[in-house]
């Protein structure tokens, strides 16, 4: 390995898809709990108004180590600047990475960023099914390293929607790009048990490929070609999958939404959305795989045409060659009795999202090598 700058970059090691989340509130901090997947040096979160109709400051920031709850380990808390400021202000729409934090960033870790938004009002952007307990509390106690403050619990990220380390040149990131599935709905909260957890887990312990960082960019509901959840697929790519540094491959796992929302969408619409996808991603220089859309007999918006999508759709992604790599999920979980249908020992209990067991079956679905194969 090479040494000085030219040898290292940044990588992404953990990612939240943006979106619109009630109103913002000034002179409020909040508390954000999240778990890193690979390890490196001088970490860099990036906070984003993306969603805000109006600027938002945000006073003081800071980052350190868990201990447990809202309680830090002491002595981790650190102040973080942005072009050499202890403030910011961002613009509506826009977003600001931070001056890097000296040090090192450990992989699998709970890293907390506390903001104290000072001033804020209109639309507030962030994360809204974190599936991890974060905290807020009135007024500027980002700085504040004990718990006795954040006794307010919030499900959601906010603001906060990217964290990065500096990692060797060989070191790249996976970005994955879905819905509900990818954002973890049905796993157990507070454990780290989505999908992407799993996979971020085999990654780290050694397996032979140069993709370390794992960033989860699902939002429940959300759909590839219209927005309603979260903005489409296709209209966040660049935002929540190619804007992040040193990402090397996207996951593409989306299209249930779009296919049991009754809308009329057909197999050849949400395939050519799919190919719009994976020349974005190409011409971005980035690997795509692609994730077979799961089987879904026993929810409620299930039926027969809308299986018939789901069928040819997971051809295209199975045998088209136009995806560098393919996860078969729908194999890997379906029922062989019933292959509509989840297998129940996977199934979550509303027969479409997978349980713990489910998520950890996709995880090892994945061949790590193919995360790296264009």
């Known amino acids: ?72 380990v002491p002595g981790s808390n650190r102040r973080i600047a942005f072009g050499g400021a202890r403030s910011i202000t961002v613009a509506p729409g826009d977003s600001v990475t931070s001056d890097p934090l000296p040090g090192r960033l450990a992989a699998q870790s709970d890293l907390v960023v506390s903001l104290y938004v000072s001033d804020a009002a209109g639309q507030a952007t962030g994360h809204g099914m974190a599936m991890q307990t974060s905290y807020t509390a ?42 509900s599935i990818t954002d973890g709905w049905q796993s157990t909260s507070d454990t780290n048990r989505r999908w992407p957890d799993y996979l971020s887990r085999r990654l780290q312990s050694g397996s032979g490929s140069g993709v370390k960082g794992v960033a989860n960019e699902g939002i429940s509901g959300n759909k590839v070609l219209a927005d309603g959840a979260g903005q489409s697929a296709l209209d966040r790519l660049q935002r929540d999958v190619l804007s992040q540094p040193g990402v090397r491959t996207v996951f593409l796992f989306e299209g249930i939404n779009d ?55 997971n051809d295209f992604i199975r045998s088209s060659g136009e ?34 067991k489910g998520m950890r079956v996709m995880a090892d679905a994945v061949d790590p090598a193919k995360l790296d194969s264009c």
């Not at 990217?162 to 040149?169: I, Q, T």
């Not at 057909?266 to 971005?284: F, N, S, V």
């Not at 879904?296 to 045409?305: I, R, Y």
């Open 138 to 179: 009135a007024g500027d106690h980002a700085g504040e390293e004990g718990d006795g403050s954040w006794s307010e619990r919030i499900g959601s990220w906010f603001y906060l929607d990217a964290v990065s380390v500096e990692s060797g040149a060989g070191t790249g990131a996976v970005v994955a790009l879905g819905d």
């Open 323 to 356: 995806l560098d790599a393919v996860t078969d999920f729908d194999k890997a979980l379906r029922s062989p009795y019933d292959p509509e249908r989840l297998l129940p020992v996977f199934d979550g209990g509303d027969h479409l999202h997978p349980n713990d």
């Open 1 to 72: 390995m090479g040494s000085g700058k030219a040898s290292r970059h940044q990588v992404v090691t953990w990612g939240a898809s943006a979106d619109r989340l009630g109103p913002a509130v000034a002179d409020r901090s909040y508390r954000l709990v999240v778990r890193t997947s690979v390890g490196g040096t001088h970490p860099r979160i990036r906070l984003s108004n993306a969603f805000g109709d109006r600027p938002v400051t945000f006073g003081s920031v800071y980052a350190g180590a868990r201990a447990e709850g809202a309680r830090l």
């Open 259 to 313: 296919i049991k929302a009754h809308t009329g969408v057909t197999a050849d619409q949400l395939i050519a959305g799919y190919r719009q996808i994976i020349d974005r991603a190409h011409a971005a220089g980035t690997c795509v795989v692609g994730g077979t859309i799961l089987p879904f007999k026993g929810w409620s918006e299930f039926d027969a045409a809308g299986e018939a999508v789901r069928q040819e759709v």
